[in-house]
């Protein structure tokens, strides 16, 4: 084992070091790299550094000797599956060499759980764009049900940079929904919070008390873009918090479900003559792009959507292509 030079790349501007040490020395601790900082053993263009130091591109780290972890014996991965590989880029809405984004279908997971055996997260390793790349990352979910837009980033720090802009209001979400009624009025915001009942793969989100200390504020705004005799409404929702479930509870709690809802709205959300599939799909996003300007993608609708817009005369119209200006 010898002393290590390290360049800072552009992916990883403003990291902090002991972060950056865990993501390219992942089995050392956190005591372990503060005594190699107090000791002047880690450096940072030459000089000493702790490990609250913040990083910036090109600046060279000096890593003295350290042991690599021990990995235990195990079988090499299985490569993915053709037909998966073939699948996952099917779903590509727009790629570049710092994100990806997929229109997921519905009824797809995003990750794993019991009982699932397929799911987005598996068939990542498809959109890898050389073997030795690193694996893109989920930057969000959608639930399984729902249709529509999922971002992916290219490597930790596009990741970094991206969750921070959802966590904020830098990112403009809009979904698309068939529900059953008209709400009235007929745009407006929807404040109110969330709570959990029930634990689980059972578990609901309900609408909670202002007062209840289990719930969890959220907000959504929409607008009535179109309506089929007051009996059922073509709805855009722009989640301004990011709750499980959040639009599927906020819809029911205007008295207006989306059809097909397996979970709220009970039998008003099931109507004989549609497809009984959850009508909501994640149609656009609108946001910064991690090397600047701003980036929207939108989605087609899914199937089972398309079929029932046409039943009801709703015309979405042409979608347009991904854009990105400025930068």
């Known amino acids: ?54 990083l910036q591109p090109g600046q060279s780290v000096r890593v003295p000797p350290i042991p690599m972890a021990a990995k235990p014996a195990k079988d090499a991965p299985r490569p993915l599956d053709e037909r998966l590989v073939r699948e996952i880029q099917g779903m590509v809405l727009y790629q570049d060499k710092h994100l990806i984004v997929l229109n997921k ?5 995003v990750q794993g759980g019991p009982g699932i055996t397929k799911h987005v997260d598996m068939m990542l390793d498809g959109l890898r764009g050389e073997p030795d790349d690193p ?5 969000h979910r959608i639930d399984r049900d729902t249709s529509g837009l999922l ?18 209001r830098d990112v403009k979400k809009t979904y698309w929904a068939v529900v059953v009624g008209r709400p009235d009025p007929m745009e407006g915001e929807i404040d109110q919070p969330l709570a959990r009942l029930g634990v689980g793969a059972n578990a609901i989100m309900v609408a909670a008390d202002r007062k209840d200390p289990d719930g969890q504020y959220a907000r959504t705004t929409y607008e009535v873009l179109d309506s089929a005799a007051r009996k059922f409404s073509w709805l855009a929702l722009s989640p301004l918090t990011g709750r499980t479930h959040q639009l599927r509870v906020h819809c029911e709690s205007l008295g207006t479900p989306i059809l097909g809802d397996p979970k709220y709205g009970g039998a008003t959300a099931h109507v004989e003559g549609f497809t009984d599939q959850l009508h909501l799909h994640a149609r656009q996003l609108d946001m910064p792009h991690p090397a600047g300007g701003r980036l929207t993608v939108t989605a087609e609708l899914p199937p089972h959507m398309r079929e029932t817009f046409r039943a009801l005369g709703f015309t979405p119209g042409v979608t347009p292509k991904p854009s990105r200006r400025g930068g």
Do not use: W
């Not at 865990?22 to 000089?47: E, N």
């Not at 279908?105 to 997971?109: K, N, Q, R, T």
């Not at 694996?135 to 930057?139: D, G, H, K, Q, S």
């Not at 290219?154 to 904020?168: D, I, N, Q, S, W």
């Open 1 to 54: 084992m010898s002393v290590v030079i390290l360049t800072v790349s552009e992916d990883e501007a403003d990291i902090r070091l002991d972060r950056y040490f865990r993501r390219h020395y992942p089995h050392l601790t956190q005591g372990a790299l503060q005594k190699l900082c107090r000791t002047g053993q880690i450096r940072v263009d030459g000089k000493r550094a702790e490990a609250s130091t913040r």
């Open 105 to 109: 279908p519905a009824g797809l997971p």
């Open 135 to 139: 694996r893109p990352r989920l930057v």
């Open 151 to 168: 971002l992916l980033a290219r490597t930790p720090g596009v990741a970094a940079k991206l969750a921070e802009a959802f966590r904020g």
